[in-house]
DNA sequence: AAATTAAGTCAATAAGACTGACATAATTTT
DNA sequence: AAAATTATGTCAGTCTTATTGACTTAATTT
């Protein structure tokens, strides 16, 4: 009985729940998308076009089954977004030299730079946040970081450029 | 010209952006969501459900206009999400008692029960993630988050409870 | 020659957001 | 007391990003 009775006392810390640190990625994570996002809206892209393009540029060549697997959405979903790039000069394919099926994707020049021009204002944020912070608290940070995706994720993440640099 | 050239090396920190932060944030926030997405696949509900009930927890008795911009999201888009959590008895409502055009939203048993339920994997996560880290690093990351919002978001941030411990 | 694989495409669906317009009830201002 | 404003709710339509399922084409493997 009561199951409509309303709780009038908040979820703390007490509750053995690190409510803090939850709440603080949600709203880090909404800021640190909303400045490309803005942006991106001025080219008619969403943020689906910026990982693409992200993961092109730093992983250049990879083919289409390496960047879902990386992104982890079906084919279906990544076409239009790819088509898209590829259409406005942002991405170009090849067939892959050992296998032609394949077919490798690499950035244009212009894909690159907006590339790079997405990745400032986040490296800008991220650059502001460590200037508050004491030495040795980026690498804390990169290892917490780190230290929260999936374990059988983390050898992909090492394959980045620098993945494993703090 | 050659704008269509391909370019073949990678983007990397050498080009003055911490690419391993931004990707790091962007794969812990996945795996960190990919948590409770799963527990709210059985209950038919969406990451949309989990913010207002995880809000309605923490400040239980905040009006509609408050979650609002606490989620930073339109009324028609709540609408349908605060329904469905007012139907199936997760959340109540009563008039305000200085104004009662206001709505006071308050988490039924039930809906204290699923919060709690959806913030456990988050909170075994992260303590996962700060266990193989090194004394003083909780505070460092929750520093780090916290000035990687907006400035003026940060005391709303600091209202919730014990918002402002580490 | 047959089976498998990489990629592309077509169609339908869903969640979660949006804008714009309008309705109702309660409060505040004039 | 009447008018204006405010808090909430609702209707209708759109957009982005994702999904599943089915099927095609070309290339490689068995």
């Excluded at 697997?69 to 000069?89: F, P």
């Excluded at 997405?118 to 200037?131: F, K, N, Y």
């Excluded at 040795?136 to 620098?162: H, I, T």
């Amino acid at each position: 009985m009561n199951d409509a009775e309303p709780i009038k006392t908040p979820l703390t810390l007490d509750d053995g729940v690190d409510f803090a640190i939850i709440e603080h990625l949600f709203f880090a994570y909404r800021d640190f998308t909303a400045d490309p996002d803005a942006i991106l809206d001025e080219y008619g892209f969403g943020r689906a076009h910026h990982r693409v393009l992200h993961f092109v540029n730093r992983l250049p060549g990879l083919t289409v089954a390496e960047l879902l697997e990386v992104l982890r959405i079906t084919k279906q979903s990544l076409a239009r977004v790819l088509k898209q790039l590829v259409d406005d000069g942002y991405i170009v394919q090849f067939p892959g030299p050992r296998d032609r099926r394949q077919r490798e994707l690499y950035p244009t020049q212009k894909g690159r730079n907006l590339a790079l021009a997405l990745a400032l204002p986040q490296s800008r944020r991220i650059r502001a946040a460590l200037e508050e912070a004491q030495p040795g608290d980026s690498a804390a940070v990169a290892r917490f970081l780190r230290a929260m995706v999936n374990p059988e994720l983390r050898p992909q993440m090492d394959k980045l450029p620098n993945g494993r640099s703090k």
